[in-house]
T-cell receptor, first 114, second 109 residues
C-alpha cells in the first residue's frame, strides 16, 4: 500500500495561466475526493468520484475548475485562468466504498498564483 | 453558523498531561466522525474515527461522541512534544467530509 500520491507537490504560476494537478489514489480505493485548504482553515470539499463517475461537485467550485477520472484510477484537477484567490493547498483523498468511509489524504499540491 | 466548530486554541499543555479537544456540528444527519492531525505544511493524517455514541480508545487517544448533543471530543493522554500539531475534526454525510478550522496544540517540555 503506497498511499495517495499527488503531483506536482508545488506549483507557482502567473494569474491567468491554466494549471493541472494529478492524484493517484490507493490502488484498491474506488472513491476519490478533492479538497482545497487555505491557511488557518480546514479543508473544503470540492468534488468526488466513485470509479470514473463524478458524483458531486461543490457549489464553491467555479466553472474554471474541472476534474476528471477517466479510467477510474488517477484523477486530474484543472484550474483555468487562475486567480490569486486560487492560491491554496489542493488535497486529494481516497476511500474504499462501500465498507470504508475513512478517507486517506495525499501530500497535497501547494499552488501559488502570482 | 459553521457546520463544524472547534475550540479556536491554541491549546498549550505540559508534557505528560491530557489535552482535551472539542468539536460541535450542526447537521444532525452526519453519519461518521473523524479526527485528523495536521503538522505545519503537511496534509491531514487520520488519528481516529467514531460512528456510534460513546467512547472509543486507541492507544493514547480517546474519541467521544454524543449525537444528541452533536458533540465530538478527542482526549490525548500522556501528551508528547510530537503531538504538537493542529487537530481537525471532520464529520461525514453522504461520503463528503466537512472540517472544522482546527485546534492547534502545543506540548511544552
Amino acid at each position: 500500500d503506497t498511499g495517495v500520491s499527488q503531483d506536482p507537490r508545488h506549483k507557482i504560476t502567473k494569474r491567468g495561466q491554466n494549471v493541472t494537478f494529478r492524484c493517484d489514489p490507493i490502488s484498491e480505493h474506488n472513491r476519490l475526493y478533492w479538497y482545497r485548504q487555505t491557511l488557518g482553515q480546514g479543508p473544503e470539499f470540492l468534488t468526488y468520484f466513485q470509479n470514473e463517475a463524478q458524483l458531486e461537485k461543490s457549489r464553491l467550485l467555479s466553472d474554471r475548475f474541472s476534474a476528471e477520472r477517466p479510467k477510474g484510477s488517477f484523477s486530474t484537477l484543472e484550474i483555468q485562468r487562475t486567480e490569486q484567490g486560487d492560491s491554496a493547498m489542493y488535497l486529494c483523498a481516497s476511500s474504499q466504498s462501500p465498507n470504508q468511509e475513512t478517507q486517506y489524504f495525499g501530500p497535497g499540491t501547494r499552488l501559488l498564483v502570482l | 453558523q459553521k457546520e463544524v466548530e472547534q475550540n479556536s486554541g491554541p491549546l498549550s499543555v505540559p508534557e505528560g498531561a491530557i489535552a482535551s479537544l472539542n468539536c460541535t456540528y450542526s447537521d444532525r444527519g452526519s453519519q461518521s466522525f473523524f479526527w485528523y492531525r495536521q503538522y505545519s505544511g503537511k496534509s491531514p493524517e487520520l488519528i481516529m474515527f467514531i460512528y456510534s455514541n460513546g467512547d472509543k480508545e486507541d492507544g493514547r487517544f480517546t474519541a467521544q461522541l454524543n449525537k444528541a448533543s452533536q458533540y465530538v471530543s478527542l482526549l490525548i493522554r500522556d501528551s508528547q512534544p510530537s503531538d504538537s500539531a493542529t487537530y481537525l475534526c471532520a464529520v461525514s454525510r453522504d461520503y463528503k467530509l466537512s472540517f472544522g478550522a482546527g485546534t492547534t496544540v502545543t506540548v511544552r517540555a
